[in-house]
């Protein structure tokens, strides 16, 4: 029977790791980053339109700025992609409910990408192999196949060739977020432009942080957590470094930039401490809105059907 519309649930992300190394010249970066999926979540809709219609997209929720509701939206690019690469007829309309912050280093973009190509799989019956979404998702962006997968893991390369991480039990996180994103290509400049011409260093796998997240040790964790990406993003924004700061001063285990920022990610052991955490950041005034979460949770899954 055919499928009226599909919803999938996808998560953001935080990188607990970003080990970035110098320019290639495609003028993308070698990566070593260990990610995790936390539980904010955008759910992505798609829908049977009229015939003729073509692809529509609306925008909903209480992270919508500056989110584009036409063919720039990386979710349109994933129709785009689907519908050619198995010759289907796109009429259609995607509506996105994000709570995910926007251009704030947890791949929103990249994790609505990852569920609109979950959804067009559910939706056309396509049967699309893991492998064939894998290397779709990675042509649209470096995080997307990790948003498709979740859970916790490794990503070299771009970011993109990933192998699971174990992880044991559940990690407590609080966000500060922004309002105002950063720019990912301008931050991995400016990381460029403060390392200078001469940086060869590669980057290597986080051996001590593996095992700390396969023990479940949230200290060790904590004490590990690092980003490369980190200097640049307080260097375009000072305030960052001062939420850092507050955020250990206040009884977080670490505290860390997710991607290239502004999102600021506290490690705390549990959920009294994440409330008190989250009553300092708010009377800091450094912030826009701070979040409660935890992870590893699950990647891009259909939650409902409707015939
Ligand atoms: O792949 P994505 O579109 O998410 O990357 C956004 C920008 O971030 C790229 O245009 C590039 O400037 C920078 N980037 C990079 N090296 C990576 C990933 C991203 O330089 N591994």
Redesign the pocket.
């Known amino acids: 029977m055919p499928v009226k519309s599909v919803t999938v649930r996808v998560p953001a992300k935080v990188n607990l790791q970003l080990s970035?190394g110098p320019?290639?010249p495609d003028?993308?970066?070698?990566?070593v980053s260990v990610f995790q999926a936390i539980s904010i979540f955008d759910d992505v809709t798609i829908k049977l339109s009229e015939p003729g219609a073509g692809l529509s997209i609306s925008i909903s929720g209480d992270q919508t700025h500056g989110v584009p509701a036409d063919a720039n939206n990386l979710a349109a690019k994933a129709v785009a992609l689907i519908s050619k690469e198995y010759d289907l007829t796109v009429d259609a309309h995607i509506e996105i409910k994000k709570s995910i912050p926007v251009a704030g280093g947890m791949a929103g973009?990249?994790a609505d990408a990852a569920a609109t190509l979950v959804a067009c799989d559910a939706y056309w019956h396509a049967g699309i192999p893991r492998d064939q979404l894998d290397a779709m998702a990675a042509t649209?962006?470096?995080?997307?196949p990790f948003m498709l997968h979740g859970g916790c893991a490794l990503g070299i390369?771009?970011?993109?060739v990933l192998s699971p991480v174990m992880t044991r039990g559940s990690f407590h996180w609080v966000l500060a977020t922004y309002v105002d994103g950063l720019s990912?290509?301008e931050?991995?400049?400016k990381t460029d432009q403060m390392r200078g011409f001469e940086f060869d260093e590669m980057p290597e796998v986080p051996t001590e942080l593996l095992s700390a997240l396969a023990r479940g040790d949230a200290p060790a964790l904590g004490r590990l957590l690092h980003n490369d990406l980190q200097s640049a993003a307080i260097a375009a924004r000072p305030t960052l470094g001062r939420v850092l700061e507050h955020g250990i001063d206040s009884g977080a285990l670490g505290a860390v930039i997710s991607g290239?920022g502004p999102t600021c990610a506290f490690l705390v052991r549990d959920e009294s401490s994440a409330i008190d955490l989250v009553v300092a950041l708010k009377a800091s005034g450094l912030v826009d809105d701070v979040l409660r979460t935890h992870g590893p949770v699950h990647g891009a899954r259909v939650i409902s059907t409707s015939r």
Request: aromatic content about 8%; proline content about 0%.
């Open positions: 970035v320019k290639e003028g993308y970066h070698n990566l973009g990249s649209l962006g470096s995080d997307v390369a771009r970011g993109d990912t290509a931050i991995y400049e290239s």
